[in-house]
């Protein structure tokens, strides 16, 4: 669980930005979002496979540019 220490002369908005760093490298937007709604496995299989594809399509660009 992210957290964070503050001083008695820490800025408000310093500690906020310092929070809100904190909180997207944990990833808990993230995950928040991804478990908003319920994915059927099927349909989660499905975009892995997807997200995938498009990884070896981007690389596969890359290397050719070369």
Partial sequence: ???I???D???FEIALRR???QVEKAGILSELKKRQHYEKPS??????????KKRLL?????????
């Fill in 19 to 21: 929070f809100k760093k």
């Fill in 58 to 66: 981007k690389k596969m660009r890359k290397i050719k540019a070369m």
């Fill in 5 to 7: 220490q503050l001083d």
């Fill in 43 to 52: 349909i989660q299989h499905k975009k892995k496979q997807a997200a995938a």
């Fill in 9 to 11: 002369n820490d800025n």
């Fill in 1 to 3: 669980m992210p957290g």
